[in-house]
Structure formats: C-alpha cells, structure tokens
T-cell receptor, first 111, second 116 residues
C-alpha cells in the first residue's frame, strides 16, 4: 500500500531563505507526483506536476525534482517570501487514478 | 482562468439526513474526483469518475455514498444518511485527461460539512 511522508512537518524561516521540502513514497511505481499549496481553511492550489518519466519541473521560484527509484521528491523554494506561508502537500498518483497525499509541511516565512 | 466551483461552501446537517454536495468541474475536463479532509488530517481520496462511470473508489466510499453527473456540467456527491464522522471538508477536483493521460488535478475551494 502506497504511503506518502513529508518532512519536516513544520518549518519557520526568515524571509529570503532558500528552502527544501521533502516528500517520500514507499512504492516507486507511480504515474505522476503533484505538489500543492493549501492556505488555512482553503482549497488546494496546484503548484507543479511531475510525470513519472520526468526528473524535474520548474515554475518561477519553485523547482520540484523526482527520484522514482529512491521514492523521493523535493520542492525547492528560492528566495522565500511571507506570502509563501502555507501548508505544502505532496501527492502521488499510484497508477490507480487517485492521488495519495502526505501530511504536509506547514511553512511560515517571517519578515 | 477556469476553475472548479463547489456549492455550498458550508453545510450543517443533522445525523441521518441526506446531503448533496455540488461541483462544477472545469469545462472540457474528462476526469472527476471527490476527496475529503477531516480537520487536522490528510486529504483522502473518495472516488474517481471517468467516461460516465466510477473508475476507482476507496474503502470510505461505501453504500452511503454515490456520485452522479446529471448533465454536462455538474458533478455531485450524495451522502444518503450522514454520520458524525462524515464531518469534513469535501473537495471536488477535475483533470483534463486528453488522450487518456492523467494530468494535473485542479481542486475546488471545498464544502465544509458539519454533521450534528
């Protein structure tokens, strides 16, 4: 059974820092992996999707990498800003047409 | 930019009552999903729907749950007899699915369901 874990659970950094959020999954046979942002009490905003054949995707200050063989993905946020404060969720499509979510990393960026 | 919409944003109901949560997926998307998030817990998959039928469902999605696409735009989740443990935020999502390829899932803002 696929399980998705995210570390750290929470992170507090000063504005301007580059940071890395980690996601690991137990079964490497995934279809794709998606990173989301969730603001308190709100829906999920898709940030990046990496297909299983890809190694990384970039969007602005965000870069996500995928290492299927080791069951890991990282989300790199460059030059963090207070507006980046949110919970970041990693989710894998495990070839059964559903996303399996991690518990998330709660990020706070302070001025 | 097109987005998934959900109504109502909040719903309070008595245990045992039926509720219908409504979603309008992004136009021309082919894959539709329902997820839920109990307060403080992970987002959990409930059901996926493609080509007018359920393609996958979780253990949570028992006989009390059903989905329907009554017309070309709406996608509904019905809970026949609500339980206290059904209290959660329910998210609808849709994905383009062109040529049968599963792509980014776009989520709606959610319906917060409270069962008393």
């Amino acid at each position: 059974k696929q399980e998705v874990t995210q570390i750290p659970a929470a992170l507090s950094v000063p504005e301007g820092e580059n940071l890395v959020l980690n996601c690991s999954f137990t079964d490497s046979a995934i279809y794709n992996l998606q990173w989301f942002r969730q603001d308190p009490g709100k829906g999920l905003t898709s940030l990046l999707l990496i297909q299983s054949s890809q190694r990384e995707q970039t969007s602005g200050r965000l870069n996500a990498s995928l290492d299927k063989s080791s069951g890991r993905s990282t989300l790199y946020i460059a030059a963090s800003q207070p507006g980046d404060s949110a919970t970041y969720l990693c989710a894998v499509d495990d070839n059964t047409d559903k996303l399996i979510f991690g518990t998330g990393t709660r990020l706070q960026v302070f001025p | 930019e097109p987005e998934v919409t959900q109504t109502p944003s909040h719903q309070v109901t008595q245990m045992g009552q039926e509720v219908i949560l409504r979603c309008v997926p992004i136009s021309n998307h082919l894959y539709f999903y329902w997820y839920r998030q109990i307060l403080g817990q992970k987002v959990e998959f409930l059901v996926s729907f493609y080509n007018n039928e359920i393609s996958e469902k979780s253990e949570i999605f028992d006989d009390q749950f059903s989905v329907e696409r009554p017309d070309g735009s709406n996608f509904t989740l019905k809970i026949r007899s609500t339980k206290l443990e059904d209290s959660a935020m329910y998210f609808c999502a849709s994905s383009p699915g062109l040529a049968g390829v599963r792509e980014t899932q776009y989520f709606g803002p959610g319906t917060r369901l409270l069962v008393l």
